[in-house]
């Protein structure tokens, strides 16, 4: 699939000389992708991928979506959009689905067209009830890219500016194995987290308003924390009066398998004060939003208005998608057939000194990779592995800290047991081709 110029390579000169410069494409010679089917996509010159990504990025349930069409186009036939001015049916619709889905009492929706303003959202209200600008964010986070979710982004490489209209706090938690809290035992971990976490509280001017974090860290890696650690958060949080926000922007719609919204593997942290979503819900049709009980959500004294965000399209899309994964038990799917995705991929990488780990929760897969012999992250391996990967007829993610050297797998929540089957063995084509395996190279390759 290299070597000959595709008609990519003009597009991409073409999108280096108008877009930004920091706007992250993929691969050495960036994929157009024309269109989709089920958990396939193709490119501009016909080569077929499996798609390992766009789960998270582009198709919740799968690719091209029958329901999904066609309740776009018939609505699109009625009307595009209508604005929040007016009562907006398929809007009502889906707040109510959503609203109960959430597992918060009272709960009021309000609908974004991306995950960085569903917490944009989210950060105003908190700040706003909580009349306080302080923010507890957990280190290694990904949030957004607007002015206020930058800001808050523990993932500092992600984040473009150090300026920031909040103060935000990092704590502990997302990540283990690294730093000083690796090698702890669950409960020692989860200590560790709240002692830090009180630590940091007793460092605070006054009043902080939320804690907002990913169940499983998305861009930081697919990291996560031991069950229970929310709920041990939530304690401190509560006898503060501080908010919790779950950031559910990947986390969201049964994509762990076990749960269908990522908080809830604490159960016992209760319910959120608020929850975010965004991606998959719209199967590529641009909806975020923000759920929260009554009281915080009516915080805001101002009326306001959001043109886009709830458009009939896009809400026609979401109820059509969600009524699917529904009625598919698409989260009984990724249980299980991630289940046997991830045992495939550990024995795949068993004898790798490359690949550290291999975890997850159910279509929510990392693999990280380190250098042999001194365990540092290898990034250089992660692009070599991503490249090859696609060579094979792949699309994976890759993410994890400053160093980006976890490989993502996120397929579309449909995904079959035989395309389960048929991505583990391209990827573990793709790991040799990389020459992770350092019995034979002696060392990982960029
Ligand atoms: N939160 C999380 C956890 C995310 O992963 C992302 C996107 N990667 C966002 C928020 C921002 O979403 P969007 O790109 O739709 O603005």
Known sequence: MTGEPTTGDQ???????????????????PIEITHGEGRHVWDADGNRYLDFFGGIL????????????????EQAGRIL??????????????????AHLSGIPDARVFFTT???????????????????????AMRNSYHGRSFST????????WSPTSISPLQTLYVHGGVRGRGPFAGLSDAAFIDACVADLEDILGQAHGNVAA??????????????PPDGLFAAFR??????????ITDEVQTGWGRTGDHFWGWQAHDAAGPPDLLTFAKGIGNGMSIGGVVARAEVMN???????????????????????????????????????????????????AGLDGVREVRGRGLMIGVELVEPGTGDPAPEAASAVLEAAREGGLLIGKGGGHNSSVLRIAPPLSLTVAEAEEGADILEAALHTAALNTTQSGRSVG
């Open 235 to 244: 304690e401190v949080l509560d006898r503060h009066g501080i908010l919790w």
């Open 150 to 157: 930058v800001g808050i982004t523990g993932n500092r490489s």
């Open 81 to 98: 959009h209508s604005s929040t001015l007016y009562l907006d049916r398929p809007m009502v619709d889906l707040a109510e689905r959503v």
């Open 299 to 349: 915080c805001l004294s101002a009326n306001s208005i959001s043109t886009f965000g709830g458009s009939p399209v896009t809400m026609a899309a979401g109820l059509a998608n969600l009524n699917h994964l529904v009625e598919h038990d698409l989260q009984g799917n990724a249980r299980r057939v991630g289940g046997l995705l991830i045992e495939r991929l550990r024995a795949a990488c």
């Open 11 to 29: 597009l991409y000169a073409r999108h280096r000389a108008v877009l930004p410069d920091w706007l992250a494409l993929y691969y050495q010679r």
């Open 58 to 73: 582009t198709t919740m349930t799968a690719h091209a979506l029958p329901e999904v069409t066609k309740a776009i186009t």
């Open 114 to 136: 991306s995950g960085t303003e569903a917490n944009d959202t989210a950060l105003l209200l908190a700040t706003t009830y909580r009349r306080s600008n302080q923010i507890l």
């Open 211 to 224: 804690l907002i974090a990913e169940p499983v860290q998305g861009v930081g890696g697919f990291t996560s």
